[in-house]
């Protein structure tokens, strides 16, 4: 099971952390990703990370602003937002293979 936690109102150029705890210590074994779905558009991949944490990839689109990490002794995954812009407001979701978060709201406008 994922907890995904962190979202919120924000305004432009503010930062956000986004959480998510797993319950399943499998989740460190596995590579892990955080997604996110806008209103009216399919959801998306942003950025994915490692089973050991050392390799991640982004999209492209949020490459230099988003930075995924996770800690391997607390079994949770974590996304920097820096820079933040009304083009990221989306629910945000965090995976592990067939497994999803229940997602966790991202507003972001002035």
């Known amino acids: 099971q994922l907890q995904a936690s962190g979202g919120g109102s924000v305004q432009p150029g503010d930062s956000l952390r986004l959480s998510c705890a797993a319950t399943?210590?499998?989740?460190?074994?596995?590579?892990v990703g955080w997604f996110r779905q806008a209103p009216g558009k399919e959801r998306e991949g942003v950025a994915c990370i490692s089973a050991g944490g050392s390799v991640a990839f982004y999209a492209d689109s949020v490459k230099g602003r988003f930075t995924i990490s996770r800690d391997v002794n607390k079994n949770t995954l974590n996304l920097d937002i820096s820079r933040m812009t009304p083009e990221d407001t989306a629910v945000y979701y965090c995976n592990s293979g067939n497994t999803w978060g229940q997602g966790t709201q991202v507003t972001v406008s002035s």
């Open positions: 399943d210590r499998t989740f460190a074994d596995s590579a």
